[in-house]
């Protein structure tokens, strides 16, 4: 365990010299005012604010990569990502974009009426109101339909959700699920994982609110028999009505399904089980992620879950190798899906590997459209931005659509802390002269809230995107360092599928204006000194 660590030697750690005399000279006062009921808890997190964001990890140029055109120079554009993860090829007319949060809703409610075999989901956490009753209510309906009818006897409900997202309240996730656990106990699982970096007294004394900032299980993948959808969202009434995200549907794509339906149940597996009594357990001979030991549990949910990744990418090679040495056609086969899974708190890196190699590729001439709901890229990803010869049209919430806007507490400082960091990052474009390749826009829309994450790959010279990148990264500190993500790739010839993906990025860009030097310094983006102070601190855990 790390040694205990002062709070000048956090400041020293987590802020520039500048502001450092001003936050250690008040620091004293401010603690001496602390809650003496129980003292402050921050100091715990130290060890984890101390952490360091490593240099982009060197990844060698192909020759002739950038402006790669044709089916051939296109596939071997991408090629390399078959090196770290699973390829699977399937027909693009198989994959579909949805646009809108009401129609990733009821593309969930049917698949999951209709379901025969396995009902998979992966989210933050299940909310708490009549619509996610109402996706309650469609499993009940197909377990029950599954018990009476003959022709599907054998159909499986598998949740994963966070364990501390999941338990907060006292209704939340669980008791939305305790009934179908208790009525279909050989049908229903429900697995809560839980991060190994919240224990001890951390664990004891951070406030459950707060809890999560540690670290979660982010991933979302909603999966219905051999159909899945990828997406950012979580299972929440905004994610249904009001907040905009990302969603992919993956039609009859059996390969890819059953790749997400084993992650999800490796990660179940070194999970909490819940039980139909409300309590939870360990699968037998699994190390308890907080009342275990760190190192042992870490290793042995990264050897259960990279078995899945491993064994699928050596059957996916075998199968590429036998359909070419008989000579079989790719027909409609079209496009390409990775899977990339970061799961750094587990040792797994996959997915920020992928993205920086990706942003290093990135050439003259190329075009990437970047979007996230918290504009926080980490220092590495922020480095090949600013150092990279692509043009970058980068998509973030304005204030009034940052889904903390309004909150109470240090959370309303949010949207207010992500204003500091974009222009800082706009400084930094201008002092470098690249405000034509490099572009920082807003969304903006009435009553509505922004979550959507991933990027569009436009190779030079084309006019419709040939890559895209979706799934829960947010790009950020916690993306890459705290949370468990996955999303997928998915490089395609397929130009109908070109055209949904060129149409998505439209759509959202056209609800965006373009940040400049004048936006920073309108009234309303004012940055009190206070969250200037913190921002840091947000940086690592929002």
């Not at 709070?7 to 401010?30: C, E, K, M, N, Q």
């Not at 039980?275 to 042992?296: A, C, I, K």
């Not at 889904?403 to 706009?426: D, E, M, S, V």
Request: glycine share 6%; aromatic share 10%; with cysteine.
């Amino acid at each position: 365990m790390a040694a205990p660590m002062s709070w000048r030697r956090l400041v020293y750690s987590v802020y520039s010299p500048a502001i450092t005399g001003v936050f250690t000279r008040i620091s004293d006062r401010l603690f001496r005012a602390r809650d003496r009921r129980g003292g402050s808890s921050v100091l715990l997190l130290a060890p984890l604010l101390a952490e360091a964001d490593p240099a982009p990890r060197h990844v060698s140029r192909p020759a002739g990569s950038a402006g790669a055109q044709g089916t051939d120079g296109l596939c071997g554009h991408f090629q390399w990502i078959a090196e770290h993860v699973p390829a699977f090829r399937v027909p693009g007319t198989r994959i579909h974009i949805l646009t809108s949060p009401d129609q990733f809703y009821q593309t969930m409610k049917a698949r999951i009426k209709t379901a025969r075999r396995r009902v998979v989901m992966a989210s933050l956490y299940l909310g708490t109101g009549q619509l996610e009753q109402e996706l309650v209510d469609c499993m009940e309906e197909a377990l029950r339909r599954s018990q009476e009818n003959a022709d599907a006897p054998d159909l499986k409900v598998s949740i994963l959700l966070d364990y501390t997202r999941g338990s907060r309240g006292q209704t939340n996730s669980r008791t939305m699920l305790l009934p179908l656990l208790q009525r279909f106990v050989s049908q229903m699982r429900v697995s809560l994982y839980h991060t190994p970096d919240l224990r001890g007294l951390l664990r004891l004394l951070v406030p459950q609110r707060f809890n999560e900032t540690i670290g979660v299980q982010h991933i979302k993948v909603y999966l219905f028999d051999d159909s899945i959808i990828i997406s950012g969202a979580n299972l929440s009434d905004s994610y249904f009505t009001n907040r905009q995200d990302r969603y992919v549907l993956l039609e009859n794509c059996s390969e890819v399904a059953d790749f997400f339906s084993d992650l999800v149940e490796a990660v179940g597996d070194v999970s909490l089980q819940l039980q139909p009594d409300d309590s939870v357990t360990m699968l037998e001979g699994m190390v308890h992620p907080y009342n275990g030991n760190r190192q042992d549990f870490s290793a042995a949910a990264r050897k259960r879950i990279m078995e899945v990744v491993n064994t699928a990418q050596v059957r996916q090679q075998l199968l590429k190798e036998d359909s070419e040495d008989d000579g079989m056609s790719e027909g409609e086969e079209d496009t390409w899906v990775f899977p990339l899974v970061q799961m750094r708190p587990l040792g797994i890196r996959v997915d920020e590997q992928v993205t920086q190699r990706l942003l290093t590729d990135a050439g003259p001439d190329s075009t990437v459209f970047l979007t996230s709901g918290y504009f926080n890229l980490t220092r590495a990803y922020m480095r090949l931005v600013l150092g990279a010869g692509a043009n970058y049209r980068i998509l973030t919430a304005s204030p009034e659509v940052n889904g903390f806007f309004g909150a109470k507490g240090l959370a309303g400082a949010i949207p207010a802390a992500y204003t500091h960091i974009a222009r800082q990052f706009y400084s930094q474009v201008c002092r470098l002269g690249q405000q034509e390749r490099v572009q920082l826009h807003e969304y903006q829309r009435s009553q509505w809230t922004f979550h959507a994450k991933g990027l569009w790959y436009y190779l030079q010279g084309q006019d419709r995107p040939c890559l895209t990148l979706i799934g829960s990264p947010n790009f950020g500190y916690r993306s890459v360092h705290r949370d468990l993500e996955a999303q997928i790739a998915i490089v395609t010839e397929n130009e109908e599928l070109q055209s949904q993906l060129q149409e998505e990025q439209e759509v959202l860009y056209e609800r965006s204006s373009e940040v400049s030097g004048s936006t920073f310094e309108r009234p309303d983006r004012h940055v009190k000194l206070w969250v200037k102070l913190v921002t840091p601190l947000i940086k690592n855990f929002f």
